[in-house]
């Protein structure tokens, strides 16, 4: 088993930038794929950037593309995502997820572990 903690959400302006941060602790993190996901209120949880082992393969969402980098430090056992000209529409609870078998497009449903959760609220 694998345990997920997301750090580096708050209140930012639109335009500006923030960086999530999933550590893991249990079973070594360079074996799995790591998502971010994002639910707003009243919003299905949508995949946003996914990574697999090695870096070998990287997703992104459409809407996020260009201005999203999802990136892996597998001697820290963290995964992150940059987050760059932040917009109102970027505000949700974000969501680090982990998977031995996902690959990089993989929906929710086949993750098995994900972290509590951390708000990101963009102001305009």
């Known amino acids: 088993q694998v345990q997920l903690a997301e750090s580096g959400g708050g209140l930012v302006q639109a335009g500006g930038s923030l960086r999530l941060s999933c550590a893991a602790s249990?079973?070594?993190?360079?074996?799995?794929?790591v998502g971010w996901f994002r639910q707003a209120p009243g919003k299905e949880r949508e995949l946003v950037a996914a990574?697999?082992?090695?870096?070998?393969?990287?997703y992104y969402a459409d809407s996020v593309k260009g201005r999203f980098t999802i990136s892996r430090d597998n001697a820290k056992n963290s995964v992150y995502l940059q987050m760059n000209s932040l917009k109102p529409e970027d505000t949700a609870v974000y969501y680090c997820?982990?998977?031995?078998?996902?690959?990089?497009?993989?929906?929710?449903?086949?993750?098995?572990?994900w972290g509590q959760g951390t708000q990101v609220t963009v102001s305009s």
């Open positions: 249990g079973r070594t993190f360079s074996d799995y794929t």
């Open positions: 997820a982990a998977d031995r078998w996902a690959v990089a497009r993989s929906t929710s449903d086949k993750y098995d572990f």
């Open positions: 990574i697999t082992l090695a870096i070998r393969d990287t």
